[in-house]
């Protein structure tokens, strides 16, 4: 079994958009594919793909192909990338799993994609535990263990109700949209629904679980829903909802593990789905099942992305539309009232059903309205279903449903969408995929049948089968296509006409004809009634229907005859019945040629497969040349016809186009041969033909089935079922045929009880028009008749056709009434071919004596009280058992070929007396008398004696075929007057039987009449498709006889026109001899109560049988016989022998006395056929499964083979078998090659018998030999053997496969010699127990597992080399060894270790948690162990296993020194879910002897062994903790408690229970004293208090001691990892290391170990080990012990002993089997009396969580959003803050407001001071508290830490408005802003983690429990409109003390005192934060300036301008009129200043 485990990927380019991906993985070419998960980064499958292999090893060249893929999309646009794994690694080390992380995957180019895959492979030979088939996707669950796991039922069949429960566990919630919120989240799981309790903000924490138990069906729990929604309980009804989450059971039924472990749920609006996501909520879901194991679910890490496991609902959305247009076929009406006569009148028929039509899918069903009654009604409907894709549910459930309620069922049919659809990745890269798609085109309706009786004979009922088949119901015609989108809300709709008339013109119509030759019929029901065999295709052939014409679907009536030997059979021999029925269907020729083709291809290339499988070497090349070829030759033909396929429907053009890729893409491989080699084709080959065989499939047929039915008289008792494309005619060749057309096959017909048939016939189906040459196919010669019985009664001595007496004048052989000879005419188209003859049915006149060798003739002498009171001859002196008249004894002649063994005897035995006479008393003188007695009274009046005679046939008579022969010869007249006087058939009552020669009493006689006809002209199709419907010429006398009938008042129906008989004659018959060689029978059910059986096999072929031997007392009999059956007569090709062989049938029954005997099993054989019997090869013996009433009844040895008796005598130089014992034994060279073996068997004791057993004894049954133990005297007392070991030498074959099982026989010692059986048990698989005797130098160990790797001394000769290499290797590199730190150092690390150490330091280091543990190394700490495979322990070291200590691998299920076989009651196999009523401990040896009696035996292996009597032990029981355990409690909690029991002492007490938890952590040790084996089973069980009792029980585990304790594993007490002689982690152990290592040498069988003087070297197993091969140095640790006590410990290490451990063990509950209730880890020491007192306890006290305070200051807020409006209209806000722990809402608290703040700024400088009590292991915050006042008990909450921050505007008159919030959690603290400006939140959307900050990387986090105080500006945020907005930024200071930190800096609250640590100043806040009456100019400054200073500013710029400009305005008219009156004014003076400026 190799199995691939597909983890992850990872995608860098996901958009989260898309079809989803899935991983395909090839090997050997089978592909298999995960299921398809939405595109995200990092997908998560979790999901295992297996390969069973069988016997084909893995090779070192094997490579596995992984491709990742878009759903639905073709190669190369939907590939992602593709990687091939190579598995060399696996084969050459199978036990170590391999697995590979971010595997890079690449494109066709060969470059990386950037995509990557995790995975890991395993790898389990064949014949290892765990190689078992598993499904091809799924978690494969561990083997159970006993009695730790309790048995568990076994899966019921597919449909049936089983127990399951569906667990929902609500884990927290992560940006929920609102602003101050308390959500609340409500489950519905089916019609039941369950709350959370409220919490407080965005990001909530719950940890809660809801359970809810289902008693469905898997279909019915798939259809169940579960809804959650989150809710705002502050809100008001119409706006509570937050966001819902919708999916079904199915949905998680069908994940991986079955099980959605810590996903993300997006939230959505119930009605405005696209708005987006509302927030997150992390659940677990999972659904358990009865007798499946829950998986693990591992809590992912703490930075784990959102998006990284995130569950959206289905990416893509369809509506499937299903048109309903009409049905066809319907069944007729049947009566209300079965059990009355029908009240139809005279001719009548019974009306047709008012029918409608139910569709369910995916829980969802909708019915078609009601039409009235009608064999064809139309309803023209359609249906919308909503889809997903990919699609969860496979299967569309239709049904006809009848009455106007339309309850009852008429009929069902189902549609699979894997077949009407396709993904396409399954099939082949590139192969296009398609939606789901049908028709139009008809669906056939089937129902099944059962028993009705209760009818009259007069008016049997059409079935009276009891679930023997189905019948045909009709047929639908239907639609179904998908579109991509949602539905619009119509659940239904009318179907236009346009559609209606564009389907009608798709479905034309064409005739069909179905021919089948009965060749032979065996094993019939014996009886004196007739049997027949009808045909039927639909409805067409059907006798009791009316609808159709009628057709010679019936063969003629036969008796059935016995063989000789057991069975009947039908005597057809050389003529053989023909039927023949003409149907009218659509032509589907073209999808019935592509299907045909398809599974024509798939069979050769499975022969060659199966070929090349099992070849090697050149043999392989040729093969797989001819593999290639004729591959090649099958696409090539399959081509050509495909491409020429019409396709009148989708579904047609979409499988024709995925077939036609694939072919081609096959064909273009299949021409290139291999070129690594032929070693390659066959995974290559099987990769084809997986991929073929899923395209050949055709559901669009629409011709149903073919029936055939067994008629017996007019009572259907047996059918059988052909699908039609199997036995359809092609003209495309022989290619296009299918499998059995024109075929001989065996069917096997099935009825109730024992009734049923095995038929040998041929069957052809086609189109009429091509039947023309079926007649040449025949093989025989093909006649047609007309028959017609002519009945005549003696009346006064003289025949005539008077009085008959309700008899018809002339009838069919049954007596109905039919047409006078002489009114019979030939169909239409035919003509007479000859007179009338009188031909007797010879085959119904065989009487009871026909191939029986010995016959016992009896005849009853009769006489009558005379008046004198004296006895004299009666009036009938001579009658049979029933009172008709016989001849007298001395005129009875013995017939021809017989002779008499001994002369006429009265019989003298039965209630008779002295001279054979009883007597009797008659009512009337001439009747016999009612009843018969012994002893003679005066009163009687009759008496009579039984006369016996035997008779023989003589020796030298021709055989019973001759003489059937010879009686069936055809000895009729060619006229009807010369034989009218021989050929009547006599009988002595009409329905009686009939016979050639006359006898007295016969008043009744009749004869037949035949008349061949044949076509009046050469027809062009077969013969017997010409005979449909009644003849076509008319009488007239017909058309008045029924007028004449109804005046005389006849109520009988007018006879009908008799139906042709077709025969098909054979002229000489084929002679073959068939050999059965039966070795013998394996695990036999005995009958009802029986203990054992007298088995019997019979076996049947064609028409005879033989029976073996019968072997009493035993139920593995060894028969060894051969059966020989001479010249068996089989008609027909020899050929046809050859292809299709007749089946043998075998039957075992018990014979424990007279008659038939009681069936046990049955099994169907086919021989090998050799036509050529010098090519003879002799067969091979084979495992036949034999078949029982209740199932699987045992296995069969055998072998047969059909050997061909032609003319030339080659037969008789074939040797006749040996005869041995007076029979024929199976010859060498076939049978099993036997050696004599010594079995060992060490009986231990028996346990947990129950029914008062006191004194019993055991005996073992193996190959014919038994071994019996004495008797234990007091099973009270020690339930041990005396002795234990025992030695039984037997013969038993080499071979394993032919091996018989032990048997177990339990027998109670009671008084007067009864010795009841109390229990068995059957041992199979004894390859486990087989090993080789001990060698010379090797001792006798009690245990030498036949794995050398298992055992202790494999174990020491292997440690040394790898300890030493290992040494070596260190050394040549110059690697030396660390240097060890000071002694003063190390005693300081030491010491710290030693004061903080404790066993939950240990524990938590082992889980990897390092904040958890206070231990600062790991060497001595547990190690997790996942038990992946027998190496995973290896190292040594403590560990904690997530199973049972019994369920690790490496330790054998601590059964090595004895198994526990499970005993259950006698009689026939265990049923499932059976169990046990006690155990047999003990074990077996299986080894060779030699041959020789001169070479002396080995040794003994059981013969050193440890004493069986009974032993005190105390016993410490270490419960630490439970998880995963279902709520009992109303509020989804419970309050369990730890009850442990070991035999009659209980431990526990009722008020030492942990309240309202489902993790509870006991921290428990119970010490308790028991006496072993008496009271070995140790039951801890959790039980939930309650305040009355009694308490319901949660779960119990139990521990079989003594398994622990007897185990060289030593399991009593685990080994720590160092040796410490005092501190925490001393020794406990009642043996210090040195006698431990003694201990386990002498119980082993071992020499003792030597230590040096020193104690640093030690001798054992001739092996020296040193203690520096360990230890490099001096210890490190305190306490370390000396060194002789460390070496000893270390070597026990290397023994692989069990270690210091922690177990999980499941816990189940008895109301419950099966489902797992919870786990708990524990473990269990055991210290027997014997060996001393016991070392220290361990104390496991739980942990006290510690006392936190957390101060937080505020300082300074800023950008807080401005919530009010002041008078003059500024914005501003009156801030302030509050504060509280999560849980802890009762301590909030605030600060002081800031009021007035215009900019959001706001100084506080407030302190916060929280105290807390917080549980470091597992950094929650533990908060016990009542919820209610009428609460008894606190529930201790435990929630992490996590600080929530508020900004609030104060308002006066109205409520506060929130601004923002601000959560902080402590353990994962983001980092702080050391800057305002710097603290701002990144874009909207779905985050990477719960806290959004702006930049490229993810910010770093912190916890504040390590670094104590943090300070810095936090973002506070607030939801608008679905988004979250940065709404203000806080400056805080965080710090964590502990309790005594606080106590000795003391804090208060606010400011108060003491204000230190540190010291708080009055806040300094802005001066216009003060009323603005008290300084109106800062008032103003404030308000008015630094509002509008803009504004100011503009206004004064603009009046400065303005003034400036109305100045120029104002001098602009001066300063122009200057200018005009003197314009050089200017001049003049500037030319004065220049002068005067000059001297």
Same mark, same amino acid.
């Given at each position: 079994m190799?199995?691939l485990?597909?983890?992850s990927?990872?995608?860098p380019?996901?958009?989260g958009?898309?079809p989803g991906?899935?991983?395909?993985a090839?090997?050997?070419g089978?592909?298999r ?10 997908p ?5 793909l297996a ?8 090779r070192?060249?094997?490579s596995?192909t992984?491709?990742?893929?878009h ?5 190369p ?24 992380s ?6 066709p180019r ?11 492979c395993?790898y ?11 499904p ?23 449909g ?12 927290e919630g ?7 919120i308390k ?16 919490r407080v903000?965005?990001?909530?924490y719950y940890?809660e ?11 019915? /729990?798939?259809a ?13 009804r ?8 919708q ?13 959605l ?5 997006? /939230? ?11 927030g ?18 591992e809590?992912?890490?703490e930075?784990?992305d959102?998006e990284?496991?995130l569950?959206?609902p ?11 247009y ?14 009355l ?9 019974r009306?047709?059903?008012?029918a ?5 899918f ?13 064999a064809?009604?139309a ?18 459930q ?5 009455g ?19 993904a ?6 590139g ?15 089937y ?15 059409p079935?009276?089968?009891q679930d023997?088949?189905?019948a ?13 989108g949602?539905?619009?809300g119509?659940?239904?709709d ?10 009608q013109?798709?479905?034309?119509? %064409? ?5 089948g ?10 009886g ?7 045909l039927?295709l639909?409805?067409? !052939?059907?006798k ?7 057709a010679?679907s019936?063969?003629p009536?036969a ?11 039908l005597?057809?021999y !050389?003529?053989?019945p023909?039927?023949?029925v ?8 073209h999808r019935?040629?592509a299907?045909?083709l ?8 499975e022969?060659n ?15 797989g040349? %001819?593999?290639?070829?004729?591959l090649?030759?099958?696409c ?14 989708p ?7 995925? %077939?036609?890729?694939?072919l081609?893409?096959?064909?273009a ?7 690594a080699g ?8 099987e !990769?084809?033909l997986?991929r073929?065989?899923?395209l050949?499939?055709e ?7 073919v029936l055939?039915w ?8 047996a ?16 290619g ?32 009429v ?5 079926l007649?040449?196919?025949?093989e025989?010669?093909l006649?047609v008749?007309?028959?017609t ?6 009346l006064? !001595? ?9 008899r ?6 049954a007596?109905?009434?039919g ?16 007179p ?5 049915q ?11 060798g010995?016959v ?11 008046l004198g ?8 002196a001579?009658?049979?058992a029933?009172?008709v008249a016989v001849p007298?004894?001395e005129?009875v ?13 009265v ?17 009337a ?44 010869r055809? #000895? ?10 021989e ?5 002595s009552?009409?329905?009686s039987?009939?016979?050639?020669q006359?006898r007295?009493?016969?008043?009744c006689r009749?004869?037949c009449?035949?008349?061949r006809?044949?076509p009046?002209?050469?027809p ?9 419907g ?21 109520s009988?129906p007018?006879?009908?026109?008799p139906v ?9 018959p084929?002679f ?14 005995p009958?009802?109560t029986?203990?054992?059986a007298?088995?019997v ?17 035993t ?29 043998v ?24 056929v050799w ?15 034999l ?7 045992g296995?069969l ?5 059909l050997?061909?008796?032609?003319e ?11 005869w ?32 008062? #057993? ?13 071994l ?10 020690n339930?041990?053997f005396?002795?234990?070991?025992f ?11 032919y ?14 010699g009864?010795?009841?059986e109390v229990?068995?048990?059957?041992v ?38 790898r ?15 660390p240097p ?6 190390a005693?300081?690390e ?14 938590y ?8 543990? %206070?231990?600062?190394?790991?060497r001595d700490?547990?190690k997790?162990?996942?038990? /992946?495979g ?18 690790v ?32 401990k003990?074990?077996?040896?299986i ?21 069986s009597q009974?032993?005190?032990?105390l ?10 355990l279902?709520p009992?409690?109303r ?26 938890t ?5 921290g ?45 594993f030593?399991?009593h007490c ?10 925490p ?5 009642q043996?210090?290391p ?6 386990f ?6 020499p ?5 003087a020193?104690g640093t070297a030690?001798t ?8 520096s ?13 000396v ?15 069990v ?15 099966g489902l797992?209730?919870?786990?708990v880890?524990?473990w ?9 007192p016991?070392?220290?306890p ?5 942990r ?10 505020v300082?300074?807020t800023?950008?807080?959003?401005l919530?009010?409006?002041n ?20 301590q909030?608290?605030?600060t ?16 916060f001071v ?12 533990v ?12 529930? #201790?909450?435990?929630?992490p830490?996590?600080?929530i921050?508020?900004?609030w ?16 959690? /402590?353990?994962?603290?983001p980092?702080?802003a ?6 701002t ?10 806290w ?8 770093s986090?912190l916890?504040?429990?390590r670094?104590?105080?943090v ?10 409109g679905?988004?979250?907005r ?6 805080l ?7 005594k930190?606080a106590?000795e800096?003391?804090a ?9 640590y540190?010291?708080?100043p ?5 001066e216009?934060?003060?009323?603005w009456l008290?300084?109106?100019?800062r ?13 100011i500013?503009?206004?004064?710029a ?7 400009l109305?100045?120029?305005?104002y ?7 200057m ?10 003076l500037a ?8 001297p």
């Open positions: 190799l199995r485990l597909v983890a990927a990872h995608i380019g996901a958009t958009s898309g991906v899935h991983v395909s090839r090997f050997r089978v592909p594919s995960t299921r398809v998960v939405p595109e995200e980064r990092s998560t499958w979790n999901e295992t390969w069973p292999l069988g016997t084909r090893p893995l070192p060249t094997a596995l992984l491709r990742l893929r759903w639905g999309q073709p190669a646009r939907g590939d992602l990338g593709a990687a091939t794994v190579s598995l060399d690694q696996l084969v050459a080390d199978p036990g170590l799993p391999l697995a590979l971010h595997v890079p995957l690449l494109d060969g470059q990386p994609t950037g995509c990557t895959v995790t995975l890991r395993s389990v030979p064949h014949g290892v535990a765990g190689d078992a088939a598993v091809l996707q799924g978690r494969v669950p561990p083997p159970a263990v006993s009695p730790g796991t309790p048995h568990r039922p076994a899966k019921p069949l597919e049936m109700k089983e127990d399951f429960q569906v667990r929902v566990r609500i884990i992560h940006q929920l949209q609102g602003n101050d959500p609340v989240v409500t489950v519905l799981i089916g019609q039941h629904r369950f709350r959370t309790r409220i903000g965005n990001n909530p940890n679980v809801f359970c809810q138990n289902f008693h469905r069906t898997p279909a019915q /729990l798939a169940e829903p579960i809804r959650i929604q989150v809710l705002d309980s502050r809100a008001t119409a706006e509570a909802v937050i966001g819902v989450f999916l079904d059971v199915g949905t998680v039924y069908r994940a991986p593990g079955r099980s472990s810590w996903k993300w749920l997006s /939230l959505q609006h119930p009605h405005r789905p696209d708005a987006g996501s509302r997150y909520l992390r659940v677990s879901l999972a659904v358990l099942r009865a007798g499946e194991p829950v998986p693990e679910q809590e992912p890490a930075d784990e959102v990284a496991n569950l959206r289905p990416p893509c959305a369809a509506t499937l539309q299903l048109r309903v009409r049905a066809e076929d319907l069944p007729q009406a049947e009566a209300a009232r079965p059990c006569p029908s009240v139809l009148p005279p001719g009548g028929k009306g047709f059903v008012a409608a039509v139910r569709v369910s995916a829980g969802r069903t909708l019915c078609t309205r009601v039409m009235p009654p009608d064809n009604p309803w023209n409907e359609v249906f919308f279903f909503p889809l997903r894709l990919p699609p969860i549910c496979d299967e569309i239709l049904a006809i449903l009848s106007s309620r339309s309850t009852k069922v008429l009929g069902t049919a189902t549609l699979h969408l894997s077949q009407i659809s396709s396409g990745a399954e099939l082949e890269e192969t296009p995929g398609f939606l789901p798609c049908f028709g139009p085109s008809f669906l056939p309706f129902a099944p049948i059962f028993f009705l009786g209760g009818h009259p004979p007069s008016h049997p009922p079935f009276i089968l023997i088949g189905v045909y119901r009709g047929r639908v015609l239907l639609e179904l296509s998908t579109h991509m949602t539905p619009d119509r659940q239904r009318t179907i236009t006409p346009e559609d209606i008339a564009r389907v013109r798709h479905l034309p119509r %064409r005739r069909f004809g179905l021919c030759v009965f060749y032979s019929a065996t094993m019939v029901p014996a004196p009634q007739l049997l027949r065999f009808e039927s639909g409805n067409y !052939g059907d009791d229907d009316v609808t159709c014409k009628p010679p019936v063969t009536h008796c059935p005859l016995f063989d000789g030997n057991r069975y009947h059979y005597p057809w !050389g003529d053989k023909v039927v023949a003409t149907s009218s269907w659509e032509d589907a020729g019935w040629d299907l045909n398809l599974r024509a291809m798939c069979r050769r290339l022969r497969v199966t070929e090349l499988r099992g070849t090697r070497g050149d043999a392989a090349g040729d093969i040349r %001819r593999l290639l070829r004729q090649a030759q099958d090539g033909r399959a081509l050509p016809r495909l491409e020429a396929q019409p396709t009148p429907t579904l047609d053009a979409h499988l024709r186009a995925a %077939r036609l890729h694939l081609r893409r096959v064909a491989a299949a021409a290139v041969p291999p070129r032929w070693d390659t084709l066959l995974p290559v080959a !990769g084809w997986g073929v065989a899923t050949a499939v559901p669009q047929a629409g011709v149903p089935d055939l067994l008629l017996r008289g007019e009572r259907r008792v059918c059988a079922r052909v699908p039609a494309p199997d036995l359809m005619f092609s003209r495309s060749g022989p296009a045929c299918g499998r059995l057309c024109g075929r001989i096959q065996t069917l096997f017909l099935v009825g109730s009880g024992d009734t049923g048939a095995q038929l040998r016939l041929r069957l052809w189906l086609g189109r028009a091509d039947s023309g040459d007649p040449r196919h025949l025989g010669t006649r008749y007309a028959e019985y002519e009945n005549q009664t003696k006064l !001595g003289k025949w005539g056709p008077r009085g008959l007496l309700g018809p004048g002339f009838s069919d052989s007596g109905k009434a047409l006078p000879r002489h009114r019979i005419q030939p169909p239409k188209g035919w003509r007479w071919d000859g009338w003859t009188v031909e007797p010879r085959r119904l006149l065989l009487d009871t004596e026909t191939n029986v010995e016992l003739e009896e005849v009853y002498e009769n006489q009558s009280r005379r009171g004296e006895w004299g001859p009666a009036a009938v001579s009658t049979d029933s009172g007298p004894k005129e002649a013995c017939p021809q070929g017989w002779h008499v063994t001994d002369g006429w005897r019989d003298v035995t039965g209630a008779v007396d002295e001279a054979g006479w009883e007597y009797g008393a008659s009512a003188p001439d009747s016999p008398p009612p009843a018969w007695h012994a002893a003679e009274k005066t009163y009687h009046t009759h008496r009579r004696r039984r006369w016996l005679r035997t008779r023989r046939r003589d020796p030298g008579a021709q055989g019973r075929e001759q003489d059937v022969a010879a009686f069936l055809l #000895v009729g007249a060619h006229s009807p007057e010369a034989a009218a006087a050929a009547w058939e006599y009988g009552l009409w329905g039987r009939f016979h050639l006359p007295a009493g016969d008043v009749r004869r009449w035949h008349r006809m044949v009046a002209q050469p062009p199709v077969a013969p017997p498709f010409l005979l449909e009644a003849p076509g010429a008319e009488d007239p006398a017909e058309e008045a006889e029924p007028a004449e009938r109804q005046a005389r008042g006849s009988r007018p006879p009908q026109q042709p008989l077709i025969l098909c004659t054979f002229q000489q084929n073959f001899q068939l050999r059965c060689y039966i070795f013998q029978a394996l695990e036999l059910a009958r009802g029986k203990a054992t007298d088995p096999a019979h076996v049947s072929f064609v028409y005879v049988s033989q029976s073996t031997r019968v072997l009493p007392g139920l593995d009999p060894l028969w060894d016989q051969t059966l020989l059956f001479h010249r068996v007569l089989l008609y027909g090709d020899p050929r046809g022998v050859r292809d299709e062989p007749p089946a049938v075998v039957e075992v029954f018990d014979q424990d006395g007279g008659g038939a005997g009681g069936l046990l099993g049955r099994s169907v054989c086919t021989p090998d036509l050529d019997v010098g090519g003879r090869q002799p067969p091979r013996l084979r495992r036949y499964p078949g029982g009433p209740g199932g699987l009844a296995e040895l055998a072998a047969f083979e050997l061909h008796d032609a030339d005598g080659a037969l008789a130089q074939v040797s006749t078998p040996p041995r014992q007076g029979v024929f034994s199976v010859p060498l060279g076939i049978r099993p090659l036997l050696r004599l073996v010594a079995l060992e068997v060490l009986a231990w004791g028996l346990r947990g018998l129950r029914g008062g #057993v006191r004194a019993p004894s055991l005996e073992v049954q193996c190959g014919g030999r038994t019996r133990t004495p008797t234990i005297a007091d099973l009270a007392a339930p041990n005396p002795i234990n070991a030695l039984l030498t037997l013969h038993l074959p080499a071979e394993e496969e091996v018989p099982p032990i048997r177990l026989r339990v027998l109670d010692t009671r008084g007067f009864y010795r009841p229990g068995q048990a059957c199979r698989s004894l390859g486990q127990f087989c090993c080789q005797p001990p060698g010379e130098g090797q001792p006798p160990g009690p245990r030498t597992p036949p794995s050398g790797s298992a055992a202790p001394w494999g174990r020491i000769a292997q440690i040394l080399p300890i030493t290499a290992e040494k070596g290797a260190a050394e040549h590199q110059g690697h030396p060894s060890h730190p000071a002694p003063r150092q005693a300081e030491e010491e710290e270790d030693e004061d903080e150490d404790d066993w939950w330091s240990k524990f280091a082992a889980v990897g948690d390092k904040g958890k543990s %206070r231990r600062g190394t790991s700490r547990l997790v162990s996942q038990n /992946l027998p190496g995973a322990g290896d190292k040594g070291g403590d560990e904690i296993y997530s199973c049972e200590l019994e369920a691998p490496e330790f054998e299920g601590l059964q090595d020194f004895c198994q526990t076989f499970p005993l259950y009651q006698p009689g026939g196999h265990p049923a499932a879910g059976e169990d046990p009523v006690g155990e047999f003990g074990l077996f040896h080894y060779p002897l030699p041959e020789d009696p001169g070479v002396p035996p080995p040794p003994r292996r059981f013969q050193q062994l440890p004493p009974p032993q005190k032990c016993v410490r029981v270490y419960v630490v903790r439970a998880f995963d279902p009992r409690d509020n989804g909690l419970c309050d369990p408690y730890v009850r442990v029991s070991l035999g009659t002492k209980t431990l526990g007490q009722r008020d030492q229970y942990v309240p309202n489902l993790e509870p952590v006991f428990r040790l119970f010490e308790v004293t028991g006496t072993i084996p008496l009271e070995k089973d140790l039951r801890v069980s959790l039980l939930d208090y309650d305040l009355l009792p009694p308490d319901q029980e949660i779960g119990t585990t139990t521990i079989d001691l003594e398994n622990r304790l007897l185990s060289r030593r399991a685990g080994l720590p990892t160092l040796y410490h002689t005092a501190g982690g001393r020794w406990r152990d043996l210090p040195s006698r431990a290592l003694e201990h040498a002498r119980v082993g069988g071992l003792a170990p030597e230590f040096s020193e030690v054992f197993g001739d092996r020296t080990f040193l203690l091969h360990f230890e490099r140095g001096p210890p490190a640790h305190r306490h370390p012990g060194p002789r006590e460390r070496l000893a410990l270390h070597v026990l290490h290397a023994c692989h002993l270690p210091e451990h922690l177990e999980t063990r499941t816990l189940y509950n008895s109301t419950q089997p797992e209730q919870g786990k880890q524990m269990v020491d055991i210290f027997p009396a014997s060996l001393g016991p070392g220290p361990v104390d496991i006290t739980p006290k969580p510690q006392r936190y305070e957390l101060r937080c200051v300082w300074n800023r950008d807080v959003d919530g009010d409006i008078l003059v209209g500024q914005r501003m806000s009156d801030i302030y803050v509050t504060g509280w722990l999560e849980g802890l809402e009762e909030r608290q605030r002081d407001v800031h009021y007035r703040s215009l900019r959001g700024d706001g100084g506080f400088n407030w302190r929280f105290s807390f009590e917080y549980l470091a292991a597992e950094q929650l915050c908060l016990p508290r009542k919820e209610h006042f009428w609460s008894l008990d606190e529930t #201790v909450l435990k929630v830490p996590k600080l921050l508020q900004v505007d104060n308002d006066k008159f109205s409520a506060d408005d929130f601004l923002g919030v601000l959560e902080l959690e /402590l353990t994962r603290l980092q702080p050391q800057h305002p400006q710097t603290c939140p990144t874009s909207q959307g779905t985050p990477k983690n719960p959004p900050w702006r930049g490229a990387r993810v910010p986090r916890s504040l429990f670094q104590k105080r300070r810095g500006w936090w973002p506070c945020t607030v939801q608008e679905g988004k979250r940065l709404s203000g930024k806080l400056e200071t965080l710090e964590l003390l502990t309790a930190e106590e800096r003391p208060g609250k606010g400011r108060e005192d003491p204000n230190m540190p010291t708080l009055a806040p300094v806040r802005p216009w934060s003060f009323l008290q300084a109106p100019l008032g103003l400054r404030y308000g008015i300036w630094r509002q509008h200073r803009c504004r500013s503009l206004g004064l603009l009046v400065l301008l303005l003034a400036l109305l100045a120029f305005v001098a602009t008219p001066g300063y122009l009129a200018k005009l009156v003197n314009p050089l004014e200017s001049l003049h030319g004065g200043e220049r002068r005067a400026a000059k």
